[in-house]
């Protein structure tokens, strides 16, 4: 099951470059863990110190489906999925 | 010379250079402007601020102004005449509601009719300093329009991005400007969400995305005029509405470097919160105690405050709980009711916002929150001419005759009897 992760500019420094980084996982925690080994570090911005959960200004999405919306970390990410991971940001 | 030092993330702490940036690299928490206030001790008087002029600039060494001398730097302003606006007494509104001591911080007199003008003036003066050449937003409606009318004033190119279903009033609004203006269908949150993605595509100034560290701090100065319009000095309660919840923050941040800087008396000041119900996100958590906030799906007719997803949400629910604030939300016939009262007792026109302001305002009276003899500003954010679909159904002619006095004096008369 591979999915196309999109990496925001922030988080390039950690993936040597890369805007998109395709992994293996079914999902949002499994697609992480698998970013995580191919980028070591990565999954310590993306997560709390608990690593448990989504730090509270990172935005995940499963193609269009935030996962706050569906099941946070254990959100399925489909085979051939998009999984973003975006900085939150501010309204008006 | 500017004071402004470096951003720093309210997460970790980390500080960066100054650039257009707004998270942190490290945890992605929202980036805040720092400023060397030592250096401002003596030099930022009372003095200094009443000699400038009449607009928010007044307040531009409390500003990220980025380069030029203290006394020129206003060459590179972009600037329509946003801020200073009348903080009025509001005598007629406080006895519908049991207030002695109320006052309306009239922002519905902004140059496009919105606070936004305050944030977007910071931002694209910001920007420009940063090199950037067009401005770009995502909007629930006020920012959009402010945006296109100082991008307009002052050269820079404007992309803005809305909800398709936006008020039609809204997108004409920002539409005459002539900025490309792109309908997305989706709510804010996508359109943000959307905004977040194409900044970092483009080389544009996102006013709301990796200039937002400026911008945000755009809306201190509706505290700082606060203070200074009631002679420098702080008023007992402050009760302002929430859609990211970072105007209320940066209110109650711009009271604490004003008695920082000992230009006002060390007195406390609660800081309380308005949100619609139909979107409450930062309500409900207060309700809940506070230490999540889930998103949600909008659906509300205070639109400029339906963003399901709030960036600034936990620093509002710090802000309230330092300052010993409260928060509560307003069903939609409860904002119209709060709109026409504030119209009726004051002769203030105010958007949905402003109603869900006067409707919680109203309901913290009831509740006790507010003492009568509390002086209490309410932050009356918008104008209604922006939201006459809101009051359509219920406002129209008391009567409609031919042009005859008999007609007249029998239809007034059937009036007075009804």
Not at chain 1, 39 to 60: E, Y
Not at chain 2, 263 to 282: E, T, Y
Not at chain 2, 364 to 384: C, E, I, K, M, N
Request: glycine share 10%; charged share 20%.
């Amino acid at each position: 099951m591979t999915a196309t992760v999109r990496i925001p500019t922030p988080l390039r420094s950690a993936t040597d470059g890369a805007a998109t980084v395709g992994v293996d996982g079914t999902t949002v925690g499994e697609v992480l863990r698998s970013l995580d080994a191919a980028h070591p570090g990565v999954a310590g911005r993306i997560l709390d110190d608990s690593g448990g959960k989504v730090r509270r200004f990172v935005n995940v999405f499963v193609d269009d489906e935030d996962i706050r919306f569906a099941g946070g970390l254990e959100t399925a990410v489909p085979d051939g999925a998009t999984v973003s991971i975006i900085p939150a940001v501010a309204g008006g | 010379m500017t004071y402004v030092q470096a951003l720093q993330c309210r997460e970790c702490g980390r500080r960066v250079d100054v650039a257009a940036t707004h998270a942190c690299e490290f945890c992605f928490g929202p980036l805040e402007v720092v400023y060397d206030y030592d250096a401002m001790r003596g030099v930022v008087t009372r003095e200094r601020i009443e000699a400038g002029p009449p607009t928010l600039w007044r307040y531009a060494d409390l500003l990220p102004v980025l380069d030029g001398p203290a006394d020129t730097r206003d060459a590179g302003r972009v600037d329509l005449g946003a801020g200073f606006t009348p903080l009025v007494p509001a005598p007629r509104l406080g006895a519908a509601i049991g207030l002695d001591d109320l006052w309306i911080k009239n922002d519905t007199l902004n140059p496009t009719g919105a606070f936004k003008d305050r944030v977007v003036s910071v931002a694209l003066t910001a920007a420009r300093h940063l090199g950037f050449d067009t401005a770009a937003c995502a909007s629930t409606g006020n920012l959009a329009q402010s945006v296109a009318a100082h991008a307009a004033a002052s050269g820079m190119r404007a992309i803005v991005l809305v909800p398709a279903d936006l008020e039609q009033a809204k997108i004409l609004a920002t539409a005459v400007y002539g900025p490309t203006l792109v309908a997305v269908k989706g709510t804010y949150d996508d359109v943000n969400r959307l905004c977040g993605e194409l900044a970092d595509a483009y080389g544009w100034a996102f006013v709301n995305v990796n200039v937002r560290p400026f911008y945000a701090e755009g809306s201190k100065t509706i505290g700082f005029e606060i203070a200074e319009q009631l002679g420098w000095r702080l008023p007992d309660h402050v009760v302002a509405p929430m859609a990211s919840g970072a105007m209320l923050v940066k209110i109650e941040k711009a009271f604490r470097e004003l008695i920082d800087l000992e230009l006002v008396d060390d007195r406390a000041c609660r800081v309380s919160g308005a949100q619609a119900s139909g979107c409450s996100p930062i309500t409900t958590a207060y309700a809940n105690g506070g230490d999540s906030i889930l998103p949600v799906r909008p659906d509300t007719i205070a639109k400029s405050l339906a963003i399901g997803d709030p960036a600034d949400g936990y620093y509002a629910l710090e802000a309230v709980d330092r300052s010993g604030g409260v928060m509560d939300d307003a069903s939609d016939p409860e904002i119209i009711h709060g709109i026409k009262l504030l119209a009726r007792t004051e002769g203030i026109f105010g958007e949905t916002a402003a109603g869900v302001t006067i409707a919680v305002l109203r309901k913290l009276a009831a509740q006790g929150h507010l003492a009568p003899g509390d002086r209490t500003v309410a932050v009356v954010s918008g104008t209604g001419l922006k939201t006459t679909d809101a009051v359509a159904p219920t406002v129209g002619p008391t009567f409609e005759i031919t042009p005859s006095l008999d007609e007249f004096q029998s239809a007034l008369s059937l009036q007075g009897s009804a």
